[in-house]
């Protein structure tokens, strides 16, 4: 069974969560980690990478976030790479985030929604990254089809860089935050879901070093929580930051766990053993 199976990606997470843990895996190959696993910084360095973590993380992983930007500066080769690695993945029933972080109107936000998750696309992935400072309505396009195909839209709220507050505690002129107004849109969109005993496919980024975090308890749907491990936060943040959807808090780590390669079976092992400290939590 592949990671596109029926139901919405928040379901599939709280699933795939029961026996992996909460944990989102990073593939970040960017040219410091190339070089500190004796690869070269090119597109062969790149391929042998990826295949690394393919196989190190098709039976260990709940989620892994390739992010594009370091597939992209390899140009079309680094995108055929990404693409391999992408359908390796989620046909071990790995679910994929896609860490694009797209956002723009109508017919360009439609173009990345099919490029990211559209059946016909060979970039499909379970989820994608999205930004919302062109204002929410603007993501209708990638919303849509992750209804209709069951994926996930997880947009950026209260992000884990230094500069994020800056924007993302104003008022939003409605009294709360830019970044609560995030949150509240996402809970809206799975509230029907919610109402039907199951989660949304609509997400959150929230880092969980953030100091004045949104309230996310009546979320529903995936909350993507960077920051963990190397950047000092903990899974006890992780879950403090989720308050009462820490079940669909999915913790993220990448240069701790990326630290342990380029060993296939150590790579593994980091895996399984991160994985393990993010159990799943019980919901209502």
């Not at 969109?189 to 975090?213: E, F, M, Q, S």
Request: negative net charge; glycine residues 14%.
């Amino acid at each position: 069974m592949t990671s596109s199976s029926p139901g919405t990606f928040g379901d599939r997470f709280l699933a795939r969560s029961a026996r992996y843990g909460r944990l989102c895996v990073g593939m970040d190959p960017h040219a410091g980690i190339l070089a500190d696993w004796g690869l070269t910084v090119d597109v062969a360095g790149l391929r042998e990478f990826s295949r690394i973590c393919v196989e190190a993380f098709r039976e260990t992983a709940c989620v892994v976030k390739p992010q594009v930007a370091f597939y992209e500066a390899f140009g079309s080769a680094g995108f055929a790479v990404l693409e391999e690695s992408i359908a390796a993945l989620r046909a071990a029933g790995v679910l994929v985030i896609a860490d694009a972080k797209r956002g723009d109107i109508g017919s360009t936000m439609a173009g990345y929604a099919r490029a990211w998750l559209d059946d016909g696309s060979p970039l499909c992935a379970d989820a994608v990254t999205v930004s919302p400072y062109l204002g929410l309505s603007s993501l209708d396009p990638v919303v849509e089809l992750g209804e209709r195909t069951g994926r996930g839209v997880i947009a950026l709220a209260a992000t884990s860089n230094p500069s994020g507050p800056q924007f993302q505690t104003l008022d939003a002129g409605t009294g709360v935050s830019v970044a609560q107004t995030v949150v509240d849109w996402a809970a809206a969109g799975n509230a029907a879901r919610v109402a039907a005993g199951g989660a949304g496919n609509l997400g959150v980024v929230v880092g969980a070093t953030v100091v004045d975090p949104p309230r996310l308890d009546a979320v529903g749907g995936m909350v993507l929580m960077p920051g963990v491990g190397a950047q000092g936060a903990t899974g006890a943040d992780a879950d403090r930051i989720a308050g009462a959807a820490a079940r669909h808090a999915c913790p993220n780590m990448s240069r701790s766990v990326l630290a342990a390669g380029p060993d296939v079976g150590s790579l593994a092992a980091a895996v399984r053993a991160s994985g393990a400290e993010f159990p799943q939590v019980a919901g209502a």
